[in-house]
């Protein structure tokens, strides 16, 4: 897998990543994204298009890490900055939804990776693994463990 380097100092400075007003509505709106983005993935595989139910799979726990990032104040349309957050801010482990980003590029962007129906299976059983983890901390965070987030996510980023 290669590494990724993320200028956090640009994606602060054109905005890409930034601290925002905490919106149950959007939270809401990116958890709904999540679930439908799964139940297409679960589709797709059924009719063998494996490929895009790998891409789906992934962007399902991509949005449950932005629905999280919404409750507590923070915009990223990065998704590696958003990868490393997730690690940096709430302590989540990073590594499934990494492996996920790295399997949906060579899956969705280079026509010589064939796809089996097994990772398929196990990219759908991670994303369900992954998105039950975020939503079972979502909900129970406190208020006060929001603003806690909230203050340490705006602490780093003013780093920058």
Same mark, same amino acid.
């Given at each position: 897998?290669?590494?990724?380097?993320?200028?956090?100092?640009?994606?602060?400075?054109?905005?890409?990543?930034?601290?925002?007003?905490? @919106?149950?509505?959007?939270?809401?709106?990116?958890?709904?994204?999540? !679930?439908?983005?799964?139940? @297409?993935?679960?589709?797709?595989?059924?009719?063998?298009?494996?490929?895009? /139910?790998?891409?789906?799979?992934?962007?399902?726990?991509?949005?449950?890490?932005?629905?999280?990032?919404?409750?507590?104040?923070?915009?990223?349309?990065?998704?590696?900055?958003? +990868?490393?957050?997730? &690690?940096?801010?709430?302590?989540?482990?990073?590594?499934?939804?990494?492996?996920?980003?790295?399997?949906?590029? !060579?899956?969705?962007?280079?026509?010589?990776?064939?796809?089996?129906? &097994?990772?398929?299976? !196990?990219?759908?059983?991670? /994303?369900? !693994?992954?998105?039950?983890?975020?939503?079972?901390? +979502?909900?129970?965070?406190?208020?006060?463990?929001?603003?806690?987030?909230?203050?340490?996510?705006?602490d780093f980023l003013e780093i920058y």
């Amino acid at each position: 897998m290669k590494k990724q380097t993320i200028n956090l100092r640009k994606l602060v400075k054109l905005k890409i990543l930034q601290i925002v007003e905490p @919106s149950e509505n959007l939270k809401n709106s990116y958890l709904q994204k999540s !679930d439908d983005s799964l139940k @297409s993935a679960k589709i797709l595989s059924t009719n063998g298009q494996y490929a895009d /139910a790998i891409a789906l799979s992934y962007f399902s726990m991509y949005y449950s890490v932005l629905a999280l990032f919404y409750l507590i104040g923070v915009k990223s349309e990065n998704h590696n900055a958003s +990868i490393f957050l997730l &690690k940096r801010i709430f302590d989540i482990d990073n590594e499934v939804i990494k492996k996920a980003k790295f399997e949906r590029k !060579d899956k969705q962007y280079y026509p010589n990776f064939a796809v089996s129906e &097994k990772e398929v299976l !196990d990219a759908l059983i991670s /994303a369900e !693994d992954f998105n039950a983890e975020i939503l079972n901390f +979502i909900t129970g965070l406190t208020f006060k463990d929001r603003d806690s987030y909230f203050k340490k996510a705006k602490d780093f980023l003013e780093i920058y």
